[in-house]
């Protein structure tokens, strides 16, 4: 897709650092707080994949119904990168555990991206501080799934012995997160758009890849 054509087309693409504790959608219901108490944002996007209220980082809005497509359908997989705050400190086995898989409501996730980080990532103060007990060390993990289901990350770790604290979301395929603080959102550049457009084209099908081995 061309730069001219993504301007005739009039599509929107947003960056959006969600805060904890906002509701990954635009209609109201018992007083929450929604991605309408943000803004303004045009009256025609939506999330390109949700978050719970509970995780905090990157979503992408956009009114370009094609991409959207591509990035919710599960056999597509494209590429999410976590921070995850976990109660104990995981050992080589856990890592490896979560890296092959773990089984979650019957299902084996797939094969992951996980490292412990060495030290806590520099992250911006939850508006709600985390509850720590003070006996227990905590640790982060980097996550970076091709997969999508509910709560996954947490259940992950959960499956593992080592229940999430806290979560950010910190890129979603080349989008990242990084001059975003909680709350802020930007519009993509042309370039960004472009690239993320073509990286999105070129993914294959992830029933593909696991039958080449790859």
């Not at 209609?27 to 707080?33: I, L, Q, V």
């Not at 359908?73 to 080589?92: D, S």
């Not at 520099?122 to 999508?148: D, F, H, M, N």
Request: net charge positive; aromatic share 6%.
């Amino acid at each position: 897709m061309t730069e001219h054509n993504i301007r005739k087309k009039s599509f929107t693409y947003i960056l959006f650092n969600k805060p904890f504790g906002v509701v990954c959608q635009f209609s109201k219901s018992r007083g929450e707080t929604t991605l309408a108490n943000f803004g303004p944002f045009p009256p025609n996007v939506y999330p390109a994949g949700r978050l719970d209220a509970d995780s905090e980082g990157l979503v992408l809005l956009t009114n370009d119904g094609a991409l959207q497509h591509r990035l919710l359908e599960p056999k597509y997989g494209h590429r999410r990168k976590y921070l995850a705050q976990v109660e104990g400190v995981p050992g080589p086995d856990a890592i490896c555990h979560l890296q092959k898989g773990v089984m979650i409501e019957r299902r084996k996730t797939l094969p992951a991206d996980v490292k412990l980080l060495p030290d806590a990532p520099l992250l911006p103060p939850r508006s709600v501080p985390i509850r720590y007990r003070k006996s227990i060390p905590t640790a982060w993990l980097e996550l970076t799934l091709r997969e999508g289901r509910n709560r996954q990350v947490r259940k992950m770790t959960a499956a593992v012995g080592f229940p999430t604290l806290r979560l950010v979301r910190i890129a979603i395929e080349l989008l990242t997160i990084e001059g975003l603080q909680p709350g802020n959102y930007r519009e993509l550049s042309a370039s960004e758009i472009r690239r993320l457009i073509a990286l999105v084209r070129r993914t294959r099908n992830i029933s593909e890849e696991v039958s080449d081995g790859t």
